[in-house]
């Protein structure tokens, strides 16, 4: 096998190189002025089963079409076998038709890769893991909560609390309580599908002076984390943290979060940033060497 180091997640893709063993393809890319993404493999892929990884974080369409230009380079000079590694899957969450008139853009962008080439895609901690029982080829989605709430159990944070913000994000904060040995709860979170508002809730939960962890999958505005965060000191909680697994962080969404009392915002490197402090490197390289 041989990894392709997709621009939008070079330090990634050279991190698993080095812990699989697998050989590293450079590609060389460059955005004309006109915005087009253009994309070269720097070295043969003839014959070989290879990993492209690339996030598909801001600029999503950018890194899309960047993906799905290296997928098809990859077959046109040989490769017998593509595996897509998307650590950070756009548009996952236009996962089904919520009002009438919209597309299913996931369905879309998986559409759109089959046509590249690929032939499976291994991602982290997708929206919906239902939306990949409907994609065009083999695909799967690995969790990266149990790496997070070790950076935690390293910390000195064993036994806190893992709040899910919401019912979606139960399965979260569960795989967070094995690896953190303490308790865990979840607020209910309501969406206004024209505005986009969210209202949350939360009923009594076993706070008073712990430590709480609020895991999710996606931050973005930070919204969901700055509303969990004010029912946690509601509720007495002593010390706030965050996590999570595609750190966004759109516009002022750290001063926001920060501002609302939690002491520290962890992600992984699905979206490379200042927060990506937990690598998916040990994850994904697995993942590969078991394929
Ligand atoms: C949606 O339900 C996701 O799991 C996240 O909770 C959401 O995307 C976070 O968005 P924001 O940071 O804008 O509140």
Redesign the pocket.
């Known amino acids: 096998m041989k990894i392709i180091l997709g621009p939008a997640s070079r330090e990634l893709g050279e991190k698993i190189a080095a812990s699989t063993g697998f050989e590293a393809v450079s590609v060389a890319s460059r955005i004309f002025p006109d915005g087009e993404s253009y994309i070269r493999l720097e070295s043969s892929v003839k014959n070989e089963h290879v990993a492209i990884v690339q996030t598909t974080c801001k600029p999503q369409d950018t890194n899309l079409m960047q993906l799905a230009f290296m997928i098809n380079a990859a077959k046109r000079n040989g490769a017998k076998k593509v595996t897509a590694i998307i650590p950070y899957f756009a548009y996952a ?1 236009q996962d089904k038709i919520f009002l009438e008139g919209e597309n299913v853009s996931i369905e879309t962008i998986a559409a759109m890769l089959k046509a590249a080439g690929t032939d499976q895609v291994i991602t982290v901690n997708i ?1 919906a893991e239902d939306a990949l029982n409907r994609f065009p080829f083999p695909a799967k989605t690995l969790s990266a909560i149990p790496l997070l709430a070790e950076h935690f159990v390293k910390k000195d944070h064993e036994k806190a609390f893992a709040l899910a ?2 019912k ?2 139960l399965y979260i904060a569960e795989q967070a309580k094995t690896v953190l040995a303490g308790e865990s709860g979840n607020l209910e ?1 309501q969406r206004d599908r024209h505005t986009g508002q ?1 209202t949350q809730s939360g009923k009594h939960l076993n706070v008073k002076d712990k430590t709480v962890i609020i895991f ?10 700055v509303g969990a965060a004010k029912i946690l000191r509601e509720q007495g909680a002593k010390h706030v943290y965050t996590a999570c697994v595609h750190g ?1 962080l ?1 516009g002022d ?1 750290e001063t926001r979060i920060l501002d609302a009392g939690v002491e520290e915002i962890v992600s992984t490197d699905s979206v490379p940033s200042k927060f990506s402090t937990v690598s998916l490197a040990p994850l994904l390289s697995e993942a590969l060497k078991a394929l």
Do not use: M, N
Request: hydrophobic share 35%.
């Open positions: 969450r929206h913000p919401d979606g994000a979170k969210t999710d999958d996606i931050i973005s505005t930070g919204g969901t984390i966004l759109i969404a």
